[in-house]
Nanobody, 124 residues
Framework: QVQLVESGGGLVQAGGSLRLSCAASGLTFSNRVMGWFRQAPGKERESVAAISRTGTNTDYVDSVKGRFTISRDNAKNTVYLQMNSLKPEDTAVYYC?????????????????WGQGTQVTVSS
């Protein structure tokens, strides 16, 4: 059974930092592109960042470039999202997801497995 378990969310003041973790089990982690997504109240879920199977390539939505960093440790089956200079508009539930696609960063509907999400709240 595949499980993705996020942790590290919480309440932080604007300008602060948080590090999200997503521990994967039940799949061959090193064969999966991993992504972080977020969904704010009343808004659609959006892609935040993605990382290739080896960690060589990454991709970010424009709104987080220069502030967020995605990384992975294939020995620990874990993907991370370091979030710095947080803004109130970063408030959302953050989800990690795993995809089997190769050679490109997948669309949201190409991610097969999803975690349950972790709440990030940034106060002004």
């Amino acid at each position: 059974q595949v499980q993705l378990v996020e942790s590290g969310g919480g309440l932080v003041q604007a300008g602060g930092s948080l590090r999200l973790s997503c521990a994967a089990s039940g799949l061959t982690f090193s064969n999966r592109v991993m992504g972080w997504f977020r969904q704010a109240p009343g808004k659609e879920r959006e892609s935040v960042a993605a990382i290739s199977r080896t960690g060589t390539n990454t991709d970010y939505v424009d709104s987080v470039k220069g502030r967020f960093t995605i990384s992975r440790d294939n020995a620990k089956n874990t993907v991370y999202l370091q979030m710095n200079s947080l803004k109130p508009e970063d408030t959302a539930v953050y989800y990690c997801a795993a995809s089997r696609v190769r050679g490109y960063f997948p669309n949201m509907n190409e991610y097969s497995y999803w975690g349950q999400g972790t709440q990030v709240t940034v106060s002004s």
